[in-house]
């Protein structure tokens, strides 16, 4: 995961100038609510395709439908000279968070 750093300064008033003093701090951090399940799609998505390499990751968002939450990412993979896309909808019970299905689509773009 990529930290983001924030830079900040401070100014110091000597005699006739201002000094800038650069400093940087790490930015707060927050887990995303779709982590865990954004990792069940790579779990998943690594057994389906274990000689594939995961090279990009985009949660696509997610829908409610009655009781269930789904929510849906898109990877792209390579597999030697082959690169491909694989659409990964987790359907899970909103109030239990069971995983009720999952579905894989692989697609060319």
């Known amino acids: 995961m990529l930290k983001t750093l924030m830079a900040v300064g401070i100014f110091i008033a000597g005699n006739t100038a201002l000094i800038y003093i650069p400093t940087v701090i790490p930015a707060l951090q927050t887990t995303p609510s779709y982590a865990k399940w954004g990792q069940l799609a790579i779990k998943e998505t690594q057994s389906k395709y274990p000689s ?58």
């Open 52 to 109: 594939a390499s995961i090279v990009d990751y985009l949660h696509e968002g997610s829908e409610s439908k009655h009781d269930s939450t789904i929510e849906k990412f898109k990877l792209w993979l390579k597999d030697g000279d082959h690169e491909f896309g694989v659409f990964v909808r987790i359907e899970y019970s909103t109030i239990t968070e069971k995983v009720v299905n999952i579905e894989l689509q692989e697609t060319s773009r």
